[in-house]
């Protein structure tokens, strides 16, 4: 894998043999949010430079929904203890029980200024995202998500 010039990817070379693609800044206007945009990104981003795995801090059940096309398995979400391992290796991790959280990642007032979209569910049906994961009841806080890319996407 080479590495990109980009600012919006991080790659972990030196910890995970570049075998691991940092996501940040992922953000589509709200008028075209829903329509798989940055899905299709994601999408083509993994098979044209084959990551085995993705990471990203976030409190949006949006952006675990969008790596759930391209991944197997998800940490928190899933159980997988090689996952677990990897978002405990992330800068700024604090390991809460099972869970990995970057603890004062945004500003008092929160990355989304009253309208968080951690009070929504990661799944159908499911419970918002700060009653599944307790220390996102602050504003504050995000999740360190790692996820195993598909086997589809693979070198």
Do not use: C
């Amino acid at each position: 894998m080479t590495q990109t010039s980009s600012s919006h990817f991080r790659w972990p070379g030196d910890i995970f043999g570049g075998k691991a693609i940092e996501l940040a800044g992922r953000v589509v206007h709200p008028e075209y949010q829903g329509l798989g945009i940055a899905t299709d990104l994601l999408t083509r981003l993994v098979a044209n430079e084959k990551p085995l795995y993705l990471t990203t801090y976030t409190r949006n059940p949006a952006i675990l929904r969008m790596m759930r096309h391209v991944t197997s398995s998800l940490a928190p979400l899933d159980d997988d203890h090689e996952l677990m391992a990897l978002a405990a290796a992330q800068p700024h991790a604090s390991l809460r029980g099972n869970v990995t959280y970057h603890m004062n990642r945004y500003s008092e007032a929160g990355l989304f200024q009253g309208n968080d979209p951690a009070d929504r569910p990661a799944t159908k049906g499911g419970v918002p995202l700060k009653e599944q994961f307790p220390a996102l009841q602050s504003v504050r806080h995000a999740l360190v998500v790692a996820a195993r890319v598909k086997e589809e996407y693979e070198r």
